[in-house]
């Protein structure tokens, strides 16, 4: 089964945008199995930017669409220290640089790497 983390800014553009089935589609035709997991300080990053966000986050992870990682500390520094467990979704080019496998997303689709 293929691990997908989500930094934050991958996490708010999907939800805000409405476009989380078309990430799980992108998924599921090019990864087959998948579990997306988020770091529980993600979590804290979003409420700082939406609440209206947060709480739509809270219920994928009531419907079991996200696990949540219960690990504190900077996102960008977790997503380093984990990133040979997981593919990483973001969008943020610094930290992308850094990554062996991605996901980005392109104006109108995603892309992995």
């Known amino acids: 089964m293929e691990k997908v983390l989500l930094d934050t800014n991958f996490l708010v553009y999907v939800i805000k945008e409405n476009k989380f089935y078309l990430f799980e589609d992108f998924l ?5 199995n998948y579990k997306i997991y988020i770091f529980e300080t993600t979590l804290a990053e979003i ?3 939406s609440k209206e966000i947060l709480k739509r986050v809270k219920v994928l992870i009531r419907n ?11 996102v960008d520094e977790l997503i380093l220290k984990y990133k040979d467990e997981f593919i990483v979704a973001t969008d943020d080019k610094e930290l992308a640089k850094h990554l062996k496998r991605k996901i980005v997303k392109t104006k109108k689709y995603f892309r992995l790497f």
């Open 47 to 49: 409420g700082n930017i």
């Open 28 to 32: 599921n035709q090019n990864l087959g």
């Open 64 to 74: 079991g669409k996200i696990e949540v990682i219960k690990e504190k500390g900077k």
